[in-house]
């Protein structure tokens, strides 16, 4: 069974603030954040945030609290992969995706594989890990 663990990274978070765009001043590194676990099932499973104005309910919801207000609405899709793997597709966020603690995004649209273990971060500071071992 696949599932994927979601928490915070700070050195992921210092990188971003580095890179000093428009509103790094304006985003905070959370105190707190509870690490979140979501199972992923037989089906594609939409990364975001939701937003009722919008009709925008993510599988893996990542509206707060802390909410990482740099995780767009419909940030990412988690695709599951005919040899029982997952790939994550960036569907233009704005902030972009990254794998694995790379300085380059993946690019928009295209499927990227993914194994146990593997790292992906969005938003601001939001760490997303794949896991196929039991929950523990």
Do not use: C, K
């Amino acid at each position: 069974m696949w599932w994927v663990s979601v928490t915070a990274d700070r050195a992921y978070f210092d990188r971003m603030q580095s890179l000093d765009g428009p509103d790094a001043a304006d985003v905070g590194f959370p105190a707190f954040v509870p690490e979140r676990r979501f199972a992923l099932g037989p089906r594609q499973l939409l990364i975001g945030r939701r937003s009722r104005s919008r009709g925008i309910y993510p599988d893996i919801d990542l509206t707060g609290p802390p909410e990482d207000a740099a995780v767009s609405a419909t940030h990412a899709l988690l695709v599951p992969q005919p040899d029982g793997t997952w790939a994550i597709i960036d569907l233009r966020s704005t902030n972009r995706t990254y794998l694995n603690g790379s300085a380059h995004p993946i690019e928009a649209e295209r499927p990227v594989p993914l194994s146990t273990g593997d790292t992906v971060n969005i938003g601001a500071w939001t760490r997303l890990t794949l896991h196929t071992d039991p929950p523990g």
